[in-house]
């Protein structure tokens, strides 16, 4: 079993910057790419950002490119949402998510959701105009 815990939520103003966190325990986190979502209130839950297991590959969505940045540190079990000139639109709640099978190591960035077999509780993320 994979565990996941997001950090770093919070309420900013419009243009601000946040990180968040997603400490993962169990399995074995450095072969699993992993995947930030984003859930506005409403709406489905929509990829944000992927990253293969040594962090040498990234994806992102369209909304996100240029101003969000996905990393991970592979020996503190830890994947990383750094989120600049945050607008409004997004708010909401952010998610992690492992694709932990076996052979994950060849998968490369996985942005789809459905592939994603392990999810953390969420963090909130509110930004005011």
């Known amino acids: 079993q994979v565990q996941l815990v997001e950090s770093g939520g919070g309420l900013v103003q419009s243009g601000d910057s946040l990180r968040l966190s997603c400490a993962a325990s169990g399995g074995s986190f450095s072969q699993y790419p992993m995947g930030w979502f984003h859930q506005a209130p409403g709406k489905a839950r929509e990829f944000v950002a992927a990253i293969n297991w040594s962090g040498g590959s990234t994806a992102y969505s369209d909304s996100v490119k240029g101003r969000f940045t996905i990393s991970r540190d592979n020996a503190k079990n830890t994947v990383y949402l750094q989120m600049n000139s945050l607008k409004p639109e997004d708010t909401g709640v952010y998610y992690c998510?492992?694709?932990?099978?076996?052979?994950?190591?060849?998968?490369?960035?996985?942005?789809?959701?459905?592939?994603?077999?392990?999810w953390g509780q969420g963090t909130q993320v509110t930004v005011s105009s």
């Open positions: 998510a492992a694709r932990a099978v076996q052979g994950a190591r060849t998968l490369g960035v996985v942005t789809s959701r459905a592939l994603y077999n392990y």
